[in-house]
C-alpha cells in the first residue's frame, strides 16, 4: 500500500514518494538539540517522532540516511557561555552527551549523522557568500550580514511557504538579529552576526569581519552538505514552522543550488507540541521534565517511550504521570502475552505470521494512525490470550506470532521486558516450596509463597511447572 504523510509544503496527505529515481534512498533532516541545556521531554516527543519515521521508512524497504545537527552556537548557548564562564565546546559537550545517552534510553536509533554547527562555519561562510553573490544578502551599518526578503521576492520566490505571511504588516526595511522571532515581526534576519564584546571568545573570521553565524543559516548548510541541495524529508517541532524553517528554504532556494524544477525539501513534517499535565512546561509550574527526572521516579526509558508513541504526532499531546502508570500497564499485558508465547514456541522458529504485521503497516501507511496501529496490537494481544487461554496454538504457530511481534516492534522500538533475573536465593526458596508442596505441609508452602511476595515476586504455575513473574 502507498506510503502517505501530511506535508506542511502543501497542507495536505500525500504520497511519498522519494527523490531517487530508483525509488530506494531517502535523506531525511531532523532539526536536532540546542545544547545550552538538558533536552526536556518535549524536545524527545519530536525526536521519537522522527525515529518512528525513519524505522517505519526502513519497514517500507527505503534506505534512510538521517541527519540530526547539533546546535552548538546561537544566542542561548553564546549567554549561558558566558554566565558559566567555560569555553564553549566545555558548555555545550556536557549537553551534547546527556542528549545522546537519553536517546539512548529512549530506544531512539542513533542518527547516522549528527553535524555539529561550529564545525560546518566554512560551508555556512560558503553559502552566505552565494546569497551574497545573488544579491539577496547585504552587510548593514552594524557589520552583520543579512537576508533580504525583498530582493528575494524580487526574484520570484516566495517566503511564506510553510505558512501564509501578510506582508501588508512587515515594515520595509527592518531587521531581525535575534534568532528566534514572531511572525508579526518578519523581517530581514542575519545570516551572520557580527562580533560583540558579549560573545567572548566566541568567533570566526570571515569575508565580513570576526562574527559567528545565525542558526537558521546553520542547517541549511549541514542539511544541503550532507544530504544535497534537494533532499526528501525535513523534520522538527511544531514551532520551527516560522521562522526557522522558512528561513531555511529561503537560504537554501535562494543560493538557488536545486536542480530545475526542484525544492530544497520535498516534504516537511513537523510534530505537534507537548503539555504536561495539561499545561506548556515550565520550571515555575514544576511541570517541566527532563529525561532524569522521570527515570528518578522510576519510570523506565521504555515506558516514556511507549507513551509518546501513544498518539498521533500531529495532536498536542498532553504527557501525564498517570499516562505513565497506564503505559506501564498497558506494556505488561503485552509482556504476559509474548512471556506465554514464548513459552509454547519453545525452540520452534517460524516465519512471521502476516495479520499482525499487514495490519500495523496500513495503519502507518496513512499518516503514521499510531492509535490505529496500537489498536491493532491490542486486538491481537486479546486474540493470542484467547488461543493461549485454550492451548490451541501449536510451537510452530507461537514462534509465527513472536516473528510478527519483533516485526512490528522494529518499527516501533518499544521491545520486549528484559527476562528479569532471578535472584539464586529465590530459586532456593522455590525448591523449598516445591518440597513442602508434595510433603503437603501448605502451611510452609503458603510462609514461602509469602516470604518471596514481600521480596516482589510472585509465582506462576504454568504447565510447564512453576515460573517467577516480578510484582
Ligand atoms: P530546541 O532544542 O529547542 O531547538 O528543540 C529541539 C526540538 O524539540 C525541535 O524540533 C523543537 O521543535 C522541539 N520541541 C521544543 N519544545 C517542544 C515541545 N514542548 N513539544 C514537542 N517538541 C518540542
Ligand atoms: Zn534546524
Given at each position: 500500500m502507498a506510503l502517505k504523510f501530511f506535508n506542511t509544503l502543501t497542507r495536505s496527505v500525500e504520497e511519498f514518494v522519494p527523490l531517487d529515481p530508483a525509488g530506494k534512498q531517502v535523506g531525511m533532516y531532523c532539526c536536532g538539540p540546542?545544547?545550552?541545556d538538558s533536552a526536556h521531554i518535549g524536545n524527545f516527543r519530536t525526536f521519537v517522532f522522527a525515529d518512528l519515521v525513519r524505522r517505519y521508512l526502513t519497514f517500507k524497504g527505503l534506505t534512510v540516511r538521517h541527519v540530526m545537527n547539533i546546535t552548538d552556537v546561537e544566542d542561548k548557548i553564546i549567554a549561558r557561555v558566558r554566565a558559566a564562564n567555560v569555553s564553549l565546546r566545555e558548555y555545550t559537550g556536557k549537553y551534547e552527551a546527556a542528549f545522546f545517552e537519553d536517546l539512548k534510553i529512549l530506544s531512539c536509533l542513533p542518527p547516522h549523522d549528527t553535524p555539529r554547527a561550529t564545525e560546518f562555519i566554512p560551508e555556512i561562510i560558503a553559502l552566505v557568500e552565494k546569497l551574497m553573490a545573488r544579491g539577496l544578502a547585504y552587510k548593514a551599518t552594524d557589520g552583520s550580514v543579512y537576508f533580504s526578503i525583498d530582493k528575494y521576492r524580487g526574484c520570484g520566490c516566495v517566503y511564506g511557504q510553510l505558512l501564509k505571511l501578510n506582508f501588508d504588516e512587515m515594515r520595509a526595511g527592518e531587521r531581525v538579529k535575534s534568532d528566534e522571532y514572531a511572525k508579526e515581526s518578519v523581517a530581514d534576519f542575519a545570516l551572520w552576526k557580527a562580533r560583540v564584546p558579549e560573545d567572548g571568545a566566541v568567533f570566526w573570521p570571515s569575508p565580513w569581519g570576526e562574527g559567528r553565524p545565525g542558526w537558521h543559516i546553520e542547517c541549511s548548510a549541514m542539511a544541503m552538505k550532507l544530504l544535497g541541495p534537494s533532499f526528501d524529508l525535513h523534520l522538527g517541532g511544531e514551532?520551527?514552522?516560522?521562522p526557522h524553517h522558512e528561513d531555511e528554504i529561503a537560504q537554501s532556494e535562494g543560493a538557488h543550488?536545486?536542480?530545475?524544477?526542484?525544492?530544497?525539501?520535498k516534504h516537511w513534517m513537523h510534530g505537534a507540541h507537548l503539555l504536561v499535565e495539561g499545561k506548556k512546561m515550565s520550571k515555575s509550574l514544576g511541570n517541566f521534565y527532563v529525561l532524569r527526572d522521570l527515570t528518578a521516579k522510576g519510570f523506565t526509558g521504555r515506558e516514556i517511550r511507549y507513551l509518546l508513541l501513544?498518539?498521533?504526532?500531529?495532536g498536542t499531546f498532553n504527557f501525564t504521570l498517570d499516562g505513565l502508570h497506564s503505559a506501564r500497564t498497558s506494556l505488561a499485558r503485552i509482556d504476559e502475552c509474548l512471556t506465554k508465547l514464548r513459552e509454547v514456541a519453545g525452540h520452534a522458529e517460524a516465519p512471521a505470521e502476516a495479520s499482525l504485521v499487514t495490519a500495523v503497516s496500513a495503519a502507518l501507511d496513512e499518516d503514521l494512525n499510531i492509535s490505529a496501529a496500537w489498536g491493532a496490537i491490542f486486538e491481537w494481544v486479546g486474540q493470542m490470550n484467547v488461543q493461549l487461554a485454550a492451548n490451541s496454538l501449536t510451537p510452530a504457530q507461537a514462534a509465527a506470532a513472536l516473528a510478527a511481534w519483533r516485526t512490528v516492534d522494529a518499527v516501533?522500538?518499544?521491545?520486549?521486558?528484559?527476562e528479569a533475573e532471578v535472584p539464586a536465593e529465590l530459586a532456593a526458596l522455590l525448591e523449598q516450596r516445591q518440597a513442602a508442596r508434595k510433603a503437603k505441609d501448605f502451611k510452609r508452602s503458603d510462609a514461602i509463597r509469602d516470604e518471596l511476595k514481600a521480596k516482589g515476586w510472585v509465582i506462576e504455575d504454568t504447565p510447564k511447572g512453576p515460573r517467577f513473574k516480578k510484582l
Amino acid at each position: 500500500m502507498a506510503l502517505k504523510f501530511f506535508n506542511t509544503l502543501t497542507r495536505s496527505v500525500e504520497e511519498f514518494v522519494p527523490l531517487d529515481p530508483a525509488g530506494k534512498q531517502v535523506g531525511m533532516y531532523c532539526c536536532g538539540p540546542t545544547v545550552h541545556d538538558s533536552a526536556h521531554i518535549g524536545n524527545f516527543r519530536t525526536f521519537v517522532f522522527a525515529d518512528l519515521v525513519r524505522r517505519y521508512l526502513t519497514f517500507k524497504g527505503l534506505t534512510v540516511r538521517h541527519v540530526m545537527n547539533i546546535t552548538d552556537v546561537e544566542d542561548k548557548i553564546i549567554a549561558r557561555v558566558r554566565a558559566a564562564n567555560v569555553s564553549l565546546r566545555e558548555y555545550t559537550g556536557k549537553y551534547e552527551a546527556a542528549f545522546f545517552e537519553d536517546l539512548k534510553i529512549l530506544s531512539c536509533l542513533p542518527p547516522h549523522d549528527t553535524p555539529r554547527a561550529t564545525e560546518f562555519i566554512p560551508e555556512i561562510i560558503a553559502l552566505v557568500e552565494k546569497l551574497m553573490a545573488r544579491g539577496l544578502a547585504y552587510k548593514a551599518t552594524d557589520g552583520s550580514v543579512y537576508f533580504s526578503i525583498d530582493k528575494y521576492r524580487g526574484c520570484g520566490c516566495v517566503y511564506g511557504q510553510l505558512l501564509k505571511l501578510n506582508f501588508d504588516e512587515m515594515r520595509a526595511g527592518e531587521r531581525v538579529k535575534s534568532d528566534e522571532y514572531a511572525k508579526e515581526s518578519v523581517a530581514d534576519f542575519a545570516l551572520w552576526k557580527a562580533r560583540v564584546p558579549e560573545d567572548g571568545a566566541v568567533f570566526w573570521p570571515s569575508p565580513w569581519g570576526e562574527g559567528r553565524p545565525g542558526w537558521h543559516i546553520e542547517c541549511s548548510a549541514m542539511a544541503m552538505k550532507l544530504l544535497g541541495p534537494s533532499f526528501d524529508l525535513h523534520l522538527g517541532g511544531e514551532d520551527l514552522i516560522f521562522p526557522h524553517h522558512e528561513d531555511e528554504i529561503a537560504q537554501s532556494e535562494g543560493a538557488h543550488l536545486q536542480p530545475p524544477g526542484q525544492r530544497f525539501v520535498k516534504h516537511w513534517m513537523h510534530g505537534a507540541h507537548l503539555l504536561v499535565e495539561g499545561k506548556k512546561m515550565s520550571k515555575s509550574l514544576g511541570n517541566f521534565y527532563v529525561l532524569r527526572d522521570l527515570t528518578a521516579k522510576g519510570f523506565t526509558g521504555r515506558e516514556i517511550r511507549y507513551l509518546l508513541l501513544s498518539a498521533h504526532y500531529r495532536g498536542t499531546f498532553n504527557f501525564t504521570l498517570d499516562g505513565l502508570h497506564s503505559a506501564r500497564t498497558s506494556l505488561a499485558r503485552i509482556d504476559e502475552c509474548l512471556t506465554k508465547l514464548r513459552e509454547v514456541a519453545g525452540h520452534a522458529e517460524a516465519p512471521a505470521e502476516a495479520s499482525l504485521v499487514t495490519a500495523v503497516s496500513a495503519a502507518l501507511d496513512e499518516d503514521l494512525n499510531i492509535s490505529a496501529a496500537w489498536g491493532a496490537i491490542f486486538e491481537w494481544v486479546g486474540q493470542m490470550n484467547v488461543q493461549l487461554a485454550a492451548n490451541s496454538l501449536t510451537p510452530a504457530q507461537a514462534a509465527a506470532a513472536l516473528a510478527a511481534w519483533r516485526t512490528v516492534d522494529a518499527v516501533l522500538g518499544v521491545g520486549a521486558a528484559p527476562e528479569a533475573e532471578v535472584p539464586a536465593e529465590l530459586a532456593a526458596l522455590l525448591e523449598q516450596r516445591q518440597a513442602a508442596r508434595k510433603a503437603k505441609d501448605f502451611k510452609r508452602s503458603d510462609a514461602i509463597r509469602d516470604e518471596l511476595k514481600a521480596k516482589g515476586w510472585v509465582i506462576e504455575d504454568t504447565p510447564k511447572g512453576p515460573r517467577f513473574k516480578k510484582l
